[in-house]
């Protein structure tokens, strides 16, 4: 009986998660809604070690590239 009403529960919450509705946007979701036209205004890309800002309306594009052991 303890078990059956173990797995009748487990059945409930684990069928609640899956009818949760998810968000309408992704959290951590950045949009541009213009391109950046000057550097500063661009978003940094990089690992830590070389980092790139990527900026311009594209005609031509700019790709700032720099490296932390160089400074």
Excluded at 31 to 47: K, S
Aim: charged share 20%; proline share 6%; glycine share 8%.
């Amino acid at each position: 009986m303890m078990v059956r009403k173990w797995v009748s529960l487990s059945i409930f919450f684990v069928s609640l998660c899956a009818m949760a509705e998810e968000p309408g946007y992704v959290r951590h979701q950045l949009v541009y809604e213009e391109p950046a036209m000057v550097w500063d205004e661009a978003f940094p890309l990089g690992n830590g070690l070389l980092g790139a800002l990527v900026w311009g309306d594209g005609h031509p594009l700019n790709i700032s590239l720099d490296r932390t052991d160089l400074w």
